[in-house]
């Protein structure tokens, strides 16, 4: 027996007009920069997707970790292109209250601690945050290391905590010793992508 598939691909789209409405901080030009889509690209909603979360990692690199994008695409029934808009909401800076740290059972968390490039008090940091990161992954002693932040701020409306590194041991699919896994992580806030680590594993997850 034999099955047929007809498939109608239909016509290919490009990107026409590209705009940012709602930014302050950072210029359309400068979110823009670094985008994937731009005029006369072929439209992809895989790669919209992509610069919505490069456009709100730049808030979340410079401390606008409440910030949001909204893309919005329309078939411009003139020009036959599809046309994107991102909404943002920027949301005010944010500092970190207290690092959370627990289930940490391989060493003195003070030893995970110093690794940190980012403290009480701070302003949240993305590059800062994936410093923390390396170095943390850099003792050895966990396979995968991730982040999250609280979605809610503390009592200080400013203020949020920061779920480092809520270490969970497991060792599902262990193959040997210093097995070398490749992940891709994405966070609310920041992607970190494609991370070769070695060791055991910890997960940092969040609370909720």
């Known amino acids: ?3 047929v598939f007809e498939i109608v691909e239909g016509k290919q789209y490009k990107v026409g ?10 210029s359309g030009k400068q979110l823009k920069e670094g ?19 490069k456009i709100q990692s730049d808030y979340f690199d410079e401390g606008y970790i409440s910030a949001s994008v909204k893309a919005d695409t329309v078939l411009n ?3 036959g292109n599809v046309d994107i808009s991102y909404g943002v909401s920027e949301g005010e800076v944010a500092y970190v209250n207290q690092i959370n740290l627990s289930g940490n059972t391989r060493t003195k968390d003070v030893v995970i601690r110093r690794e940190m490039r980012l403290f009480p008090g701070d302003r949240y940091n993305g590059d800062k945050l ?13 396979e995968e290391v991730t982040f999250d932040t609280e979605e809610e701020p503390t009592t200080l409306p400013d203020k949020y905590d920061l779920d480092v590194f809520k270490l969970i041991r497991n060792f599902k699919n262990r ?6 896994r490749q992940t891709a992580r994405f966070t609310s806030h920041a992607a970190l992508e494609n991370t ?6 910890a997960i940092i997850n969040p609370a909720h």
């Open 1 to 3: 027996m034999f099955i």
């Open 17 to 26: 007009n590209v705009e940012v409405f709602g930014n302050s901080i950072f």
């Open 35 to 53: 985008v994937k889509l731009s005029k006369g690209e072929v439209y992809s909603e895989g790669k919209l997707r992509s610069d919505t979360s």
């Open 77 to 79: 029934s003139q020009t």
């Open 130 to 142: 994936r410093r923390s990161r390396q170095r943390i992954q850099n003792l050895g002693f966990f």
């Open 175 to 180: 193959t040997t010793p210093h097995s070398i």
């Open 196 to 201: 070769i680590a070695h060791g055991e594993m």
